[in-house]
T-cell receptor, first 112, second 113 residues
C-alpha cells in the first residue's frame, strides 16, 4: 500500500540559507512523486514531479528534489531561501491512476 | 498552462441549504477531483470522476454528491449543508496515468452558519 510521510510539520530557516523538506514514501510499485506548494488561501501549485526518468528533478522557483529508491525518500531542497518561499509544502505519491496520497504538509517559515 | 477555475473563493451559507460548488478546467483532462482541506486533517478526497457522468466515491463522500455533465465541469453538491461541512474545498484535474500530476484550483472557503 502507498503511504507518504513528511518528517517535519514545521521548518524555520533564515533568508538566504538552504531549505530541506523531508519526505519518505512507501510503495509496492514504481511510484510517481510530486511536490506541491500552497500559499495562504490558495490552491496547490505543482513544484516538480518524478516519474521514473532522472532521479534529480528540477522544479520551479529554484527547488529540486532527489529520488532515492534505496532510502525511499524524495526530499525537497533549495540552495537559498527567499521570503516568498514561506508556505506549506506537500509531498504526494501516486502508483496508479486516480490514487494520489498526500503527506500531511510541512509549513516553511522564512526568517528575515 | 492548465487552468482550473472554482466559481467562488468565499461562500457563506446557512444550515440546511443546498450548496453547489462549481469547477471548470480548460485542458481537456479526463479526471477531476474534489477534496476538502481541514487543519490537522490534510487533504481528504470526497469524490472523483474519470469521465463524463462517471464518478467514484472517495474517502469521505457522506453528505456530498457530484455531477459531471460535461468533460470540463465538475460540480460538488452539499445536499443539506451542516456546520461540520465548513471547510476549504479544492478541485483538481489530471490526465489519466499515475505519472500525471493533478492541477488545482484556488479553492473555495465555505462557511456554514
Amino acid at each position: 500500500a502507498q503511504s507518504v510521510t513528511q518528517l517535519d510539520s514545521h521548518v524555520s530557516v533564515s533568508e538566504g540559507t538552504p531549505v530541506l523538506l523531508r519526505c519518505n514514501y512507501s510503495s509496492s510499485y514504481s511510484p510517481s512523486l510530486f511536490w506541491y506548494v500552497q500559499h495562504p488561501n490558495k490552491g496547490l501549485q505543482l513544484l516538480l514531479k518524478y516519474t521514473s526518468a532522472a532521479t534529480l528533478v528540477k522544479g520551479i522557483n529554484g527547488f529540486e528534489a532527489e529520488f532515492k529508491k534505496s532510502e525511499t525518500s524524495f526530499h525537497l531542497t533549495k540552495p537559498s531561501a527567499h521570503m516568498s518561499d514561506a508556505a506549506e509544502y506537500f509531498c504526494v505519491v501516486s502508483e496508479r491512476t486516480y490514487k494520489y496520497i498526500f503527506g500531511t504538509g510541512t509549513r516553511l517559515k522564512v526568517l528575515a | 498552462d492548465v487552468k482550473v477555475t472554482q466559481s467562488s473563493r468565499y461562500l457563506v451559507k446557512r444550515t440546511g441549504e443546498k450548496v453547489f460548488l462549481e469547477c471548470v478546467q480548460d485542458m481537456d483532462h479526463e479526471n477531476m477531483f474534489w477534496y476538502r482541506q481541514d487543519p490537522g486533517l490534510g487533504l481528504r478526497l470526497i469524490y472523483f470522476s474519470y469521465d463524463v457522468k462517471m464518478k467514484e466515491k472517495g474517502d469521505i463522500p457522506e453528505g456530498y454528491s457530484v455531477s459531471r455533465e460535461k468533460k470540463e465541469r465538475f460540480s460538488l453538491i452539499l445536499e443539506s449543508a451542516s456546520t461540520n461541512q465548513t471547510s476549504m474545498y479544492l478541485c483538481a484535474s489530471a490526465r489519466t496515468g499515475s505519472n500525471q500530476p493533478q492541477h488545482f484550483g484556488d479553492g473555495t472557503r465555505l462557511s456554514i452558519l
